[in-house]
């Protein structure tokens, strides 16, 4: 089978979006903090919120664009979604009020909890059960790929220009999508399966409460996203704190991090393809406990690669499986819901920077010990979660 076989064309066009919309949020979104401090002169606190805010409200607004999408269509929800979303990067390039920050990031959390689900959905109505799990690990390719190209292309232009010209490009580029996506869209007959009846999104609600293999999936998902969030917000200041040049070190880490994802992405996605998704999930779980175990012992160059490898591993193996989960786990006519739904797994990444900072300020040795562990309990849910089937 041919390589441009693999997938229906509408999700080669997905994934080709998802690379170039990507690119264009990676210019601009890496550099928020620092465009705040720089040019609208923000206190620290006022940054903080700012940043915060949106995986705090993509956290919630996921089941409502889960729901929506479900209920009216992926078509109607991914347009609609990218326009407001490109407004959103205009008003980040010409407001000066802190307040305005805040609200546009709480916007821009609640178009990629609208825009996620019901992309993701769009490509499951497309795609053979078979073939999701290679789906899902070219996706997460696709995303990494962006997260090389886009911060350098957003450094280069904000050296050449203003500051703000990257949050500008953003904008023109999501518009420039959408009405590519318009005609796209039309083009194809959409294949979202109809429900008998239209669940009203209070009954949803309750229904997925009442979901213990969903809430396993939500509350094991929180605890691995603890564990993860510690890349972005403890790992700097604790590098900062033992090595000499932190900064530097710190940037080949994520250098590193991307590298190793486009590396071995695809034979971990065709190894763990032979697995069920909760075997592969229970990989990627031990290795992101090593990999957290390992950055607490480190205290040189040598150590630190050492134990990014086996943190980046544990991430290839677990967060695209983490999807397919997800589909195996919802009804045919509630895939973007459930999908939606799934979004409360970023409450991990809200309250993951809160627990670190407590555990830096107060047991720094024991710190990535102690999160570690929180991530190895993660495996009692997915456990509970194969004896469901």
């Known amino acids: 089978m041919k390589f441009s076989t693999l997938f229906h064309p509408l999700v080669w066009i997905i994934l080709g979006g998802t690379i170039f919309t990507r690119i264009a949020s990676f210019m601009a979104m890496p550099f928020l903090a620092i465009y705040l401090h720089n040019e609208i ?3 620290p606190l006022q940054i903080g919120l700012t940043i915060g805010i949106a995986p705090l409200i993509s956290t919630v607004g996921g089941f409502f664009g889960g729901y929506l999408t479900d209920r009216f269509g992926r078509k109607s929800v991914i347009l609609l979604t990218i326009v407001v979303w490109s407004l959103v990067f205009f008003g980040f390039a010409t407001v000066h009020a802190v307040w305005l920050f805040v609200l546009f990031n709480a916007l821009n959390g609640l178009c990629r909890s609208f825009f996620e689900p019901s992309t993701q959905a769009l490509m499951i109505d497309f795609t053979p059960a078979d073939k999701r799990k290679r789906l899902f690990s070219l996706r997460y390719t696709a995303i990494n790929i962006a997260a090389v190209i886009g911060p350098i292309i957003g450094v280069y232009i904000s050296q050449l220009s203003s500051p703000s010209i990257p949050f500008m490009l953003t904008g023109i580029m999501y518009i420039i999508y959408a009405v590519f996506l318009f005609f796209v869209l039309n083009r194809y007959q959409m294949q979202q399966p109809k429900a008998v009846a239209q669940t009203k999104i209070l009954s949803t609600f309750t229904i997925l409460l009442t979901n213990r ?6 509350f094991g998902a929180i605890l691995i996203n603890i564990g993860y969030s510690q890349f972005d917000s403890t790992l700097p200041q604790i590098i900062e704190l033992k090595i000499d040049d932190g900064a530097k070190l710190y940037s ?3 250098s590193l991090n991307a590298a190793v994802v486009l590396l071995l992405q695809l034979p971990i996605s065709i190894v763990s393809e032979r697995f069920s998704s909760s075997s592969t999930l229970l990989v990627g779980i031990l290795f992101f406990a090593l990999g957290l175990f390992l ?5 040189n160059y040598t150590l630190y690669i050492i134990a990014m490898i086996i943190f980046t591993i ?3 193996f677990a967060f695209p499986t983490m999807n397919v989960m997800i589909d195996e786990i919802a009804p045919d006519t509630q895939k973007a819901t459930y999908l939606g739904a799934a979004q409360f797994k970023n409450l991990g990444g809200f309250i993951g920077p809160i627990i670190g900072g407590w555990l830096l300020t107060h047991y720094m040795n024991a710190m990535f010990a ?3 562990i929180l991530v190895l309990c993660s495996c009692i849910f997915y456990r509970s979660k ?3 089937h």
């Open 41 to 43: 002169e923000a206190s």
């Open 213 to 218: 293999v969903l809430l396993s999936f939500i």
């Open 252 to 254: 080949l880490l994520i």
């Open 295 to 299: 950055f607490g012992f480190s205290n």
């Open 314 to 316: 544990g991430e290839i």
């Open 370 to 372: 102690v999160i570690a």
């Open 386 to 388: 194969t004896t469901t």
